[in-house]
């Protein structure tokens, strides 16, 4: 069974631009969340979709926003890019409601200039 | 919102001794409490979870202890390898809300 798989994996991306990066959780999990990692802010909650449904929100701001497709497949985006956006974006899947993150993809490296 | 902190921030062990790793969280309501490994480089892995109606779980040289009403929860890492060597991430989740708070992570290093 394939693991989660996240695209593209590395990204340079200049203030004021904007971003989307993709999801792919395994196959049959209906449950994708999204965090952000940095080294000075450690891990934080982004989302959480469940049958196209976001039912939870970090709190970031309304630069990011999210969205999940019948197929599971998760996108975020992420808008007029700030130089503190650069981080390490990392999503996860569950199969069931009833866990969050279960498997974590390899993540997509941004980095803003 | 839940806060949950998280100590020692490193930890240095010689292989073969016991790690504790402790975590407090805010907000009674949570309810389900993994622990994730990351490796340098590497994507975090859950390596164990308990939910607010179990007090303790055990999965090989791994067990978690939860305290309900001093709203604490520990992971025990036994008979430590260089393997056991990562960056451990503890992690609660309100009932409902859907979402997970990170504790701010401990380095452990396994001497051999």
């Known amino acids: 069974k394939a693991g989660v798989t996240q695209t593209p994996r590395y990204l340079i991306k200049t203030r004021g631009q904007q971003v989307t990066l993709s999801c792919s959780p395994i196959s049959g999990h209906r449950s994708v969340s999204w965090y952000q990692q940095t080294p000075g802010q450690g891990l934080q909650f982004l989302f959480e979709y469940f049958s196209e449904t976001q039912r939870n929100k970090g709190n970031f701001p309304g630069r990011f926003s999210g969205r999940q497709f019948s197929n599971s497949r998760s996108e975020m985006n992420v808008s007029t890019l700030e130089l503190g956006d650069s981080a390490l974006y990392l999503c996860?899947?569950?199969?069931?409601?009833?866990?969050?993150?279960?498997?974590f993809g390899p993540g997509t490296r941004l980095t803003v200039t | 919102g839940e806060n949950v902190e998280q100590h020692p921030s490193t930890l240095s062990v010689q292989e073969g001794d016991s790690a504790v790793i402790k975590c407090t969280y805010s907000?009674?309501?949570?309810?389900?409490f993994p622990w994730y490994k990351q490796e340098l480089g590497k994507r975090p892995q859950l390596i164990i979870d308990?939910?607010?109606?179990?007090g303790e779980k055990k999965d090989q040289r791994i067990a978690v202890t939860l305290n309900k009403t001093a709203k604490h929860f520990s992971l025990h890492i036994t008979e430590t390898q260089p393997e056991d060597s990562a960056v451990y991430f503890c992690a609660a989740s309100i009932t409902g809300r859907r979402a997970l708070t990170f504790g701010s992570g401990t380095r452990l290093q396994v001497q051999p």
């Open positions: 907000d009674s309501a949570s309810n389900y």
């Open positions: 996860a899947s569950s199969l069931s409601s009833g866990t969050l993150a279960e498997y």
């Open positions: 308990i939910r607010s109606n179990v």
